[in-house]
């Protein structure tokens, strides 16, 4: 069940992705990691390198929590590259005896992007919030480098703080970046501004008695008063059901790349996941590129996908078309759909129906029967891009204007039926 070309554990456990940058040519992600299959402990930063985005080489656990500021936990964070180092900006989690929590934002170098010194914290708890405050990212603008860091305030509402820096080291606080009177939750994890063309969006993935959600809003950064002021009221980045804690960084070609943690939700539903009995859960999404058409965000494949294609098959479809594959390894393109009826399924555990404006895809259950579903309306249906990776789908409708990701444990049954009324490429 791992994946052919999606980052994932050999062994253990994995959750957000961290750290990404793209550092003297290499493309560099580390991700949250435990050793064994359980959702909580004492995280580690496990390391990964590709020159392509696509082939990653297993670097090892990197940053491991062994000094005193992180002993329970080197918790998520991002990178930044300068000419002449690597830094790693991260939390180190702290738990006591009778179950507080302390948090340290502390940074770590490297000058190679294999071996990296800690530093320690160069960021304490400021007044105004709990000890839920964590995953540090952080980006240079107007000469400054500013830190994002997911926060709770003393009221218990999720928030993000603001800090400012010259050089890396010391940091400044400059505020909360949110309206304290619109719902956050009670917690937001993993913030991220990104700047595309111009166009600001904040991401974060917030924590509410309803679920945990990655977010987007689109809005403007306001550096001097130190807020994010809202343009809309927020859109899921991905509407799967297991997509969670995304992470972005501008590569040296300037393209915003995104990549997000390819599982998430409850214990119970986590555990209960096939791959748990080969020694391993949960993978990272493939990179996906941002980029604004007509106005709004969209999400592509980085174009490097394209290179691994192998065997590659044009079909003119119409009516009932069967694809017959060896391999749950698929990237499948369909373009010109025009708005018709149609429908896919792929081997009976993942099917996308579409119908009168009406979206609908259907991930089987593996250990329950039926199948789990989400439905969105959608204008149109010009094409749908779908990479199936032994357990995983990613979804790309209309360009990316829609993405939904999922587990999917996919069986012997190795056909894909696509039914269309009129004829499709
Ligand atoms: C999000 C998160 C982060 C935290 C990390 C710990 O999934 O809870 O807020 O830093 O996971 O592994």
Sequence with gaps: MRPRYHISPEHGFLNDPNGLTQFRGKYHVF???????VPQGNKQWRHCISDDLVHWTDEGSTLQPKKWYEKNG????????????????????VRDAEGGRETYQCVAVSDDGKSFQKEGPVIYLP??????FRDPKVWKKNNSWWMVVGAQTKELQGNVALFESNNLKKWDYRGNLLDPSMDWGYMCECPDIVDIDGQQFLIVSCQKETGCKGIVFSGKMDYIEAKFQLDDVGNLLDAGFDF??????VDESG??????WLGA???EYQMSQPTVEEGWLHALTIPRELFIQNGKLHQRPVKEFERIRRHERVIEAEGYTFIDQETWSVELLAEQLSSQKISFNFGNVLKIYFDNNNLLIQRKHW????????QVEIS???NIQVFLDQSTAEIFVNNGEKVFTFKAFFTDEKGIEIESEQTIL
């Design 367 to 374: 250990n329950m029967k039926g199948y789990d579903e989400v």
């Design 244 to 249: 969670y804690a995304p992470q972005s960084f």
């Design 31 to 37: 991700y949250q990691w435990l050793p064994d299959v």
């Design 380 to 382: 149109e249906l010009e």
């Design 127 to 132: 007044d105004g919030y709990t000890a839920h």
């Design 265 to 267: 939700g409850e214990l």
């Design 255 to 260: 393209r915003c790349i995104l990549i997000g």
């Design 74 to 93: 080197c918790y998520s964070g991002s990178g930044i590259a300068t000419e002449d180092a690597y830094f790693l900006f991260y939390t180190g989690n």
